[in-house]
């Protein structure tokens, strides 16, 4: 009955994301919306310090939050870096907005405050004292930026004179100074990231929807971090939850190809988000 009053909402291209969105529909307060940041709410920008949420996704979110269970942002980032970077504290509509950051290892919550963050890998200091030489070695005269994380560091080459020499040069050698310090390294768009074993956006989406008790998942993201979110997603759909997996942007096909609704980017998202959010408005009233 849902669909029959949504027709703006864009269809899903698979039967299990169709039947996700259904399930969403059907049940908006057993429903979870779950999103990436940088890349899906955020554009990918040259310098990641500069990244803002969409201007039309938070008042997107204000709607939507108060239809179903629970929005929850999951990011690599740092926690309170998000919510500045997305403008999501404070605002009217997003009370039980949470921000798992550091790919769900600390967690922010809008009515709780400060974010609760774990102690530090001993690896991840290790590694980015190491750092300086191995840029100079592998990556001399090509303008890299360092994004220290806290609980974890990324190497970005997107303002390399040639990005995608810099990320191949640079591939290899961090991949073995991550291993050497007991980290893993997450390649992506353009960066590379060395952080933890065990920070994984699937782990942190599975416990946060069963936390939740969540019947129906959406999830977006646009980068290669996201696939452990989409697995997560399929193996809840597995369990008989309904599942919407949402891509953003066409910058990384192994998202794409598995995606059931694949969006241009941030602008889209958000509002796709809006269109949810007036479909349960609607079928509230």
Sequence with gaps: MGSNRTPSLPRPATAAGAAGLAALLAAPQKALVALDFDGTLAEIVPDPEQARAHQDVVPALAALAPHIASVVVITGRPAAVAVEYGGFAGV??????VVLGHYGAERWDAAGGAPRTPPPHPGVAAARAELPVLLGRFAAGQDVKVEDKGHAFAVHTRRAASPVAAFDAL????EDLASRHGLLLEPGRMVLELRPPGMDKGVALTAFAREKGAESVVYAGDDLGDLAAYDAVDALRSEGRGGLLVSSGTATPELTARADLALAGPADLAAFLA????????AAR
Excluded at 92 to 97: A, C, E, H, T, Y
């Design 92 to 97: 009217p509509g997003l009370d039980g907005l």
């Design 275 to 282: 269109e949810l959010a007036t479909a349960l408005g609607g």
């Design 171 to 174: 591939r290899a050698p961090l």
